[in-house]
C-alpha cells in the first residue's frame, strides 16, 4: 500500500478533477473522447502508475473521484459491462504484462472501447483450475492453442480474453501452464451461448481450435501461468462483496414485503423460518458492514471470503421461502424463452427466478465446497488433504 | 417367498385410533415392506419408462418448447398397461389393486420425470370419483378412465392443501357452471374436467362450450398447469354439496399422500445421479466422491431418502387400508399420514435435488443436463397440494399438539 | 491510527427510525470496528484471566464442587481493574466508559468460562440502576458498584425474556417485600438485592431479615442460580412503580443484548480450542483437521462466529448510542438489536459448543475435558434472558413482520 | 443363513421348549441352575451349534424361545447387563475360537455367571479403531501387555475382556494386531472410573501393567487380530437398533406430552420446531419398523446403518429443544454427584441429562462421522479416500 513519494493526498486529486472538468465539459465532450481523456489525466484508477491511467495514489482516493465525476454528470464506463476487465485482467496485465503490454491493453480496457473475457474454465477444470487441458503447442514465433472453455460471460461481445493454457503436459499440473492474452476475433475462435437453468443463455462455450496467438500476448513467463493466474483470481475475490446495502435491502426485502402485503399467505411455521432468514440476512449485513468498515481503516479482515458463502446460501434459502410462500403464484414461472440478458436482473423477476439463478451462487466464482477449504485452510489454519496430483506428470493424472 | 399380503384378510387387530385427546392416535399396523406384486410392477413400469421416456428424451421435449404430455407414453401406461386404472376396483373393469400399486407407478413416473397426467387424473380425479356415490354417469367415467379412454381433472388449485378447498365455480339454476380456477395441474390434458362447486361436484367435457383454459408458463416444465374459466357451461352433477366437498377432501388427501411416492422417486433419481457423478467426475487427481464433504452429504441424502421411502409407503399403506376397510380415505390416519407425507418427503426431494445441481458443479447448472427438471419438479411439487409448513400445522391438529 | 469515535461528536445525520410502518426500522449507523482502547481493554482483560482463571482451573473447582464465584478473581476484576463499574458514569466514580467496554469484558469472560457475577451486577443490575431515577439510595448504591464493594443482583428469574417480567414480590403498606423469585443469576454473590415488585424497584440488603436463597443445582456449573423467597423483609424503595417496570425493562433488553458478547466469548473458545485440538490429533495416519467434513464444519462455526460477533457488536453500539443520546436504552433500535442479538448469538454459541465437544470425540464427552463447562454455558445462555424463539416473535413485533 | 439338516422347524423347538419347562420349573428351580440347564438343552441361543447352548436351528426361531421362557416366568440372564458379552464377545469366540475356548467361556458367558466387556478403543485410537498402540510382547508361553484402553463400558463387574493388542509394531498397522481374552482379575489390570460430563461414570479407563496372558486365550492367529475384530464390530451394528418402538416412544414422547401439558411454554417458533422433530422422530421410527419387517421377511437392508444416526440426531434436538421450551425449568440440573449407574436411565432423568448424554450418541459406538463415510463407501459405492496409513509400518505413522 506504500505509494511512491512525493504522496497524492485527497486534496491533489479533488483539485485535478475539478481541473479536468473545467476543462472537459461532462455533458457536451463526447462519450469515448472524455473517457480516454479522464485516462490520459490520470483520474481513470488513481492507485494505478501515472501514464497508465493513474496518479500512483492511494487506492482508498478512488472512490471519491468516482463520486465526483458521478456527480458532476459526467459519462462513465459502463464498470458492469467491462467489470471482468476492471477486474481481473488489468490487474494482471498491470502486475506481469510487459510496459508494451500494459500501454497497448490498459487503455481501451480501461474506456470500454474493447471488452474483455476471461477463459479459464473447462469442462473438465473448474474448481480444480490447474487441471485445464486446453493446448497451446509452440508455432513459430506464436503458439497454436486448441481446446474448449467455459462459464465465460460476456465472451460474445469480447475482443480479448485472458486465457490459461496447458504448455507442457509432461510436468506436474501447476508446472505446465502459460497464461495468453486471446484476440476472440481470430480464426478458429468459435463463441456458443451456454444456456443455464433459468432458461437464459448469459454464459458462453469458447471452442479455440488452433487459434494463433503471437507471443507478444504471453503474459509472464512460459510455465508461469498458474502464478499469473492466481493475481487474476485474487483479485476476483477482492471485487466480490460489493457495496452497503440497507436494512432488508437484496431478496430479504423482497420476501418482507410480500409477507407484509399479502396476509393471507401467513403461517406460523412460515413466520418462524421467515424471521431466521431475517436475522441471518441481517447478521451478513452487519459482517459485510463491519468489513467494509475495517477496509477503509485499512483493517482487512479475513470475513470477506464468507461474505460470497452467506450470500449464496441466503440467496437461495429466502428465495426458496418465497416460491412456497406463494402457492399457486409460486408454481408459474415468468419466462423460460432462452435469452441473452446483458446482466443478471437477480431481484427485477420472479421468486421461481431468483430461486433457481441463486442456485449458480454457489457454483460461479468459486464452489461454496471451495471457499469452505479455503477458509479452514488459509484462515482457520487447518493442514490440507493429502495431495495425489501435485507430484505427477499432468497427462498421468486421472481423469 | 410368497406374497401374504394381497391374500391375508385385514388385520383385525388394529388399533382404532385412540380417543384420549391428550395422546396422539395410535397408528394402525400395515406391511411396509414391498410385495412381490409391487416389485414386479415396478420394474415393468420402470423399464417401459427406461424405453419410451428417458430423462433425456423429457429434456429435449421440453427445449422444443412441447410442454404438452407425451401421449404415446400416456397411450402404453394408460390403455396398454392399464396404469391409469389401477386403484379403479374390477366392477368398473380397473386393475382393481389400489393404492399401494399406484404409488409404486408414481415413484417409477418421479424417477424418469415424465410428462403424463397420471397424478393429476389416476390420482385426484380418480379418488374424487371414487369417493363420490355411484351412479351412472360417474361409473361410466370411472370406466373410461380405467380403458385409458378418458382423462380427468379436478379443478382445484394445485397448490389447495387438504381441507382447504374453497368452491370458485357456481352452478345457477339450470346447472350452468360459471367461474374461474388458477393453476389447475394436468387439466390440458383432460377430456373431463370434475368440478366441485358449492352445489356439488360436476363432470363437465373439456370440449363443452363455455370452457376456456389458458395453459401457464409452469414452474415444473414438465406438469403443466392451465388456468380455467367456464362461463355457462353445460355440467353433469355428480353428487351434493356434502358429498362433493367430501369427495375433493378425500381426493386432496389421496393426493397429498401419495405425491410422496413421486417425490421419492425424484429424490431417488437426484441420489442415484449424483453418485455416478461424482464417482467419476475427477477433480484434483481424484474422483470428486472420494471427499469426505461430499460424500457425508451424500450419505444425509440417503439417509432421508430412506426415511422418506418409509413414510410414502406408509402413507400408500393406510389408504390403502382405509379403503379396504371402507373407513373412506380421508379420515382418521389417512389425514395424520398424509400430513406426514408432505411435511416429510417434500423437503427431502427438494435438498436432494438442489444437492444434485451443487454437486454437479457447472454442469447441474446448465440447462443441457435434466437436473434441473428434477429441481423444479421438486420445488413444484413442494408447494403442490400444500406446502410442509402448512401439512405441519394440518398435522399439529391431528396429533394434538396445539399451537401457541 | 486514533480512535475518532470517542472524541467525535455524534453522527447528526443518523436516519431516524422510520415511521412508516409498512417498512422496517432504518438502523442506526454505527462503527463496528474495534477502538484502540477497546483493544487495550480486551488485551488486558484477557492476560489477567489467562494468569487468574484459565479453564482448567474453572474446572477444578467444579469438581470440588467449589460452585460459589470466584471471589479473588472478582476482587481483581471489579476492585483492581475496576471493570464493574465500566458502565457506571464518572459522576458515580464509575469507569464512565459505556456498553461497548462491558461488551469487550463480557467477550472475554465468556471465553475465559470466569465464574463471576459480571453478568448480574456489572451489567443487569446496574442497568437497572442506571435506568432508576437518581436519588441518594440509588447514587450511593452505585458507587458501591463502581468501587467493587457491593454486588448487586437484580431478583427477576433468568429466564425472563424482555418486556416479559411479572411481578411475584409484593411490598405492603410498611414496605416490607414478600414472595419468592426462582433461578436469579448471581444472587448468591450478591450484598444487595434489586426486587422488583408492583409498587417499584426496592433495595434490599442480601444479609437482611426474612431474606432466604437456596442455591438451586443449576445446569450452568458456572453460572449460580438462587431461588430466593422474601418475607417481611425491609427494602428501599428506589422508584415509583412505572419508573420501576421501566427499569426492569431496560436492564432485560440491556442484559439481553450483552450477553450476546458472552456467547460470542464462549463460541470462539470452542473454535479456537477445537482447531487447536484438530490440528494435531491424528487418525488414520492424519491430523482429524484434514478431513474435508471437518474442515467444512469448522469453517461453518467460523463464518457464523465472525458474523455473531458483527451482530454482538452491533447490540453493544446500539446501545451505547442511545445511552449517550439519552434516548433510553430500552426503546426503539435498542430493542432490535437486543432481539437479533439473541436471535442469532445464542444458537451460534450453542453450536460451537456442540461442535467442540462432538469434534473431540470421546474426550470432549468426559468431565475431565473443559469443554463441557462451555457447552452448559452456552445451553443455559439460550435459555437465559429468552430463548432465541421468543426475541424472534419480538423482533416480528419491532420490524412489522406480524405472526399469521 | 444355511442350516445343518436335518433342518430343526419352529415346531421341534417349542416342543423341546415345552419338554425343558416341565423338566425344570422355573419358578422354584434356582436360577443358575435353570440357566446352566437351559444352555444345556439348546435353548439357549438356539442358532449355535449343539453343545454350545444352541440346536444348529435357524436365527428366526430364536425370539419364540425367548417369548416361551418369558411368559412362563422363567429366569433371564439379564441381557442388558451381559450385552458385550452376548452381542460381540459370543459370536466372535464362536467364529474364532479353538473348540476348547468355545466350551470353556460360553456357557458361564451365556449364564451370566461371567461378565465380559470390551478392551479396544484407547486414548489414540477412537474412531481409527487398527491405530492401538497396547502392546502384547511374547513372553515364555503367553504374553505380557501393556496399555490403556477407555470407554469399557461394565469393566469394573467384568471378569474377562476381548482385547486388541499390538503384537508387531514393524508392520502395517492392520497386519501387526492379536486379539486377546484379557482375565481382567488378573495382576496388572487396574479398572478406574470415567466420568463423562453428566456426571456419571458409565465407563471406565483400564490400565494393563505388564499383564500376563497365557497363549491359550489367543483368538485367531497372531497377527490376524484385526480380522477377528471386524466380527466383533460386525455383531456390534447388527445389535445397534433395538425394539419396535410405538409413536411417541423416545424422547419425542417426553417432548410432546410436555407441550402438551403446558401450555404457558408455547411460542410459534418452538411450535414448529416441535412439528419438525415429531415428523423426523415418526419417520424415523417407520423406517425401524420397516428394516425390521423385512429382517423379519428375510430381506435385512442397508437402512439399519441410518437408524444409530438418525437416533443420535433426533436425540440430541429433541433434549434440546425441551430444555430451551422449559425455560427457568431447563437452566436447572438434577444432580451432578459423580455416580457409576448400572444402566443408562435416559428417559428417566430431567431434559438436560438428556441433552447431555444425547451428546455421546454421536459419539460412542461408531461416530456419526465414520457412519456417514460407512454409508458413503458401503452403501453408496462412493471411493475411499486416498489412505496414507496403510503401507506404512505402524509405528513410523504420525501420531
Known amino acids: 500500500m506504500a505509494t511512491d513519494p512525493p504522496a497524492v493526498t485527497a486534496a491533489d486529486v479533488q483539485q485535478r478533477v475539478a481541473a479536468f472538468l473545467a476543462a472537459h465539459d461532462p455533458v457536451t465532450t463526447p462519450r469515448a473522447d472524455f473517457l480516454a481523456a479522464r485516462f490520459d489525466a490520470g483520474l481513470a484508477w488513481v492507485h494505478y502508475p501515472a501514464g497508465l491511467g493513474g496518479l500512483a495514489a492511494p487506492r482508498h482516493l478512488q472512490p471519491a473521484v468516482d463520486a465526483a465525476f458521478t456527480a458532476a454528470g459526467a459519462p462513465d464506463n459502463q464498470p458492469r459491462r467491462i467489470g471482468i476487465g476492471l477486474g481481473m485482467a488489468a490487474p494482471t496485465i498491470l502486475a506481469h504484462g510487459t510496459d508494451a503490454q500494459r500501454r497497448r491493453f490498459l487503455r481501451p480496457l480501461w474506456t470500454g472501447e474493447e471488452v474483455w473475457c476471461q477463459l479459464f474454465s473447462e469442462p473438465g477444470a473448474g474448481s480444480d483450475l490447474a487441471a485445464v487441458a486446453t493446448r497451446a503447442v509452440p508455432d513459430g514465433d506464436g503458439w497454436l492453442v486448441t481446446g474448449q472453455k467455459v462459464w465465460t460471460s460476456i465472451a460474445h461481445q469480447a475482443r480479448w480474453g485472458i486465457l490459461l493454457a496447458r504448455t507442457d503436459p509432461t510436468v506436474p499440473k501447476h508446472s505446465g501452464l502459460s497464461y495468453f492474452i486471446c484476440d476472440l476475433t481470430a480464426p478458429g475462435v468459435e463463441v456458443r451461448p451456454l444456456r443455464q437453468l433459468t432458461g437464459e443463455a448469459e454464459f458462453n462455450e469458447v471452442f479455440l481450435t488452433e487459434v494463433r496467438i503471437p507471443d507478444e500476448q504471453r503474459l509472464g513467463e512460459v510455465g508461469q501461468g498458474w502464478q499469473v493466474a492466481r493475481t487474476t483470481l485474487m483479485n476476483e475475490r477482492v471485487s466480490i462483496g460489493g457495496g452497503a446495502q440497507p436494512r432488508e435491502g437484496g431478496a430479504i426485502g423482497l420476501l418482507a414485503q410480500t409477507w407484509r402485503q399479502r396476509p393471507e399467505l401467513r403461517t406460523s411455521g412460515a413466520h418462524d423460518a421467515l424471521l431466521r432468514l431475517w436475522v441471518r440476512a441481517e447478521a451478513a449485513r452487519l459482517t459485510s458492514q463491519r468489513l467494509r468498515q475495517a477496509l477503509a481503516a485499512g483493517q482487512p479482515g479475513p470475513e470477506g471470503s464468507a461474505v460470497k458463502l452467506s450470500f449464496a446460501q441466503l440467496n437461495q434459502e429466502i428465495s426458496s421461502l418465497e416460491l412456497e410462500l406463494l402457492g399457486d403464484d409460486g408454481l408459474r414461472y415468468d419466462d423460460w424463452t432462452m435469452r441473452r440478458p446483458d446482466q443478471v436482473d437477480f431481484l427485477g423477476r420472479n421468486p421461481g427466478y431468483r430461486y433457481l439463478r441463486a442456485k449458480g451462487n454457489s457454483i460461479e466464482g468459486g464452489t461454496s465446497e471451495i471457499l469452505k477449504n479455503v477458509i479452514a485452510e488459509r484462515v482457520l489454519g487447518l493442514p490440507a488433504e493429502p495431495r495425489v496430483d501435485t507430484d505427477r506428470a499432468w497427462k498421468d493424472l486421472p481423469r | ?343 416429510f418427503c417434500a423437503p427431502v426431494a427438494v435438498a436432494a435435488a438442489e444437492e444434485c445441481v451443487q454437486l454437479h458443479g457447472g454442469i447441474g447448472f446448465t440447462w443441457e443436463h435434466p437436473a434441473h427438471l428434477f429441481l423444479k419438479r421438486a420445488k413444484s411439487a413442494a408447494v403442490a397440494l400444500g406446502s410442509a409448513d402448512r401439512h405441519r400445522g394440518a398435522l399439529a391438529s391431528a396429533v394434538n399438539l396445539p399451537a401457541a
Not at chain 2, 388385520?11 to 400395515?30: G, H, I, Q
Not at chain 2, 380455467?228 to 377432501?249: K, Y
Request: aromatic fraction near 4%.
Open chain 2, 1 to 343: 417367498m410368497t406374497d401374504s399380503r394381497a391374500t391375508d384378510p385385514p388385520a383385525a387387530t388394529d388399533p382404532p385410533a385412540a380417543t384420549d385427546p391428550a395422546t396422539a392416535t395410535a397408528p394402525p399396523a400395515v406391511d411396509l415392506v414391498e410385495t412381490e406384486t409391487e416389485t414386479q410392477l415396478r420394474a415393468a413400469v420402470r423399464e417401459m419408462l427406461t424405453q419410451l421416456s428417458p430423462p433425456e428424451q423429457v429434456l429435449a421435449r421440453c427445449e422444443s418448447a412441447d410442454l404438452d404430455p407425451d401421449r404415446r407414453l400416456w397411450q402404453t401406461l394408460a390403455r396398454e398397461m392399464g396404469l391409469a386404472g389401477l386403484a379403479i376396483p374390477e366392477r368398473y373393469e380397473g386393475g382393481g389393486a389400489g393404492w399401494r400399486e399406484v404409488s409404486v407407478v408414481l415413484t417409477e413416473l418421479g424417477r424418469a420425470i415424465a410428462p403424463v397426467p397420471y397424478l393429476g387424473s389416476a390420482v385426484l380425479a380418480t379418488a374424487a370419483l371414487l369417493a363420490a356415490p355411484p351412479g351412472p354417469a360417474r361409473d361410466e367415467l370411472l370406466r373410461s378412465l380405467a380403458a385409458g379412454d378418458a382423462v380427468a381433472a379436478l379443478t382445484v388449485p394445485f397448490a389447495t392443501p387438504p381441507g382447504r378447498w374453497a368452491p370458485t365455480v357456481v352452478a345457477d339454476e339450470d346447472q350452468l357452471l360459471t367461474g374461474a380456477v388458477v393453476g389447475v395441474a394436468d387439466a390440458g390434458a383432460a377430456t373431463t374436467l370434475l368440478v366441485p362447486t358449492e352445489s356439488g361436484l360436476y363432470a363437465v367435457p373439456a370440449t363443452a362450450a363455455g370452457v376456456t383454459g389458458n395453459s401457464v408458463t409452469s414452474f415444473d416444465l414438465t406438469r403443466p398447469l392451465c388456468d380455467l374459466r367456464l362461463s355457462q357451461a353445460v355440467g353433469q352433477r355428480l353428487t351434493d354439496p356434502p358429498a362433493g366437498a367430501a369427495a375433493v377432501a378425500t381426493a386432496l388427501t389421496t393426493g397429498a399422500a401419495l405425491l410422496a411416492a413421486e417425490q421419492v422417486g425424484v429424490a431417488q433419481w437426484c441420489l442415484d445421479t449424483t453418485v455416478d457423478y461424482v464417482r467419476t467426475r475427477h477433480q484434483f487427481g481424484r474422483p470428486v466422491g472420494s471427499f469426505q464433504a461430499v460424500k457425508h452429504r451424500l450419505a444425509d441424502v440417503w439417509v432421508a431418502v430412506s426415511q422418506a421411502r418409509a413414510v410414502a409407503d406408509y402413507a400408500a399403506a393406510v389408504l390403502a387400508q382405509a379403503e379396504s376397510t371402507e373407513a373412506g380415505g380421508a379420515a382418521g390416519e389417512a389425514v395424520v399420514a398424509a400430513a406426514l407425507a408432505q411435511s
